[in-house]
Nanobody, 128 residues
Framework: QVPLVESGGGLVQAGGSLRLSCAASGRSVSSYAMGWFRQAPGKEREFVAAINWNTFRTYFSAYYSDSVQGRFTISGDNAKNTVYLQMNSLKPEDTAVYYC?????????????????WGQGTQVTVSS
């Protein structure tokens, strides 16, 4: 098991910013592919962003859904065992519960089925 704890959610006005954090207890985030997903009421969980580390874990590649490309940035800090999701230019349609996930397959990207461990989620609400 890899305990994942998200934080940083909240209420923000449209156009504002939030930064979500995902702390992996006791494990290096570069040991896994790490992803962010979200689920709005009445909708299926959807991919938001993911990072895949290179073999030597010195840098990562980032992937984004079309709906957040250019507005959101995913990053990882090995020293802190934490992955971040910086969300800018937020829109009401970004309102959802945001989940952090880790995959033992270090090439995992957009499919939720690729991920083995999930956090409990953090609510993000964007008002118009």
């Amino acid at each position: 098991q890899v305990p994942l704890v998200e934080s940083g959610g909240g209420l923000v006005q449209a156009g504002g910013s939030l930064r979500l954090s995902c702390a992996a207890s006791g494990r290096s985030v570069s040991s896994y592919a790490m992803g962010w997903f979200r689920q709005a009421p009445g909708k299926e969980r959807e991919f938001v962003a993911a990072i895949n580390w290179n073999t030597f874990r010195t840098y990562f590649s980032a992937y984004y859904s079309d709906s957040v490309q250019g507005r959101f940035t995913i990053s990882g800090d090995n020293a802190k065992n934490t992955v971040y999701l910086q969300m800018n230019s937020l829109k009401p349609e970004d309102t959802a519960v945001y989940y952090c996930a880790a995959s033992r397959s270090r090439s995992a990207q957009r499919g939720s089925i690729e991920y083995d461990y999930w956090g409990q989620g953090t609510q993000v609400t964007v008002s118009s």
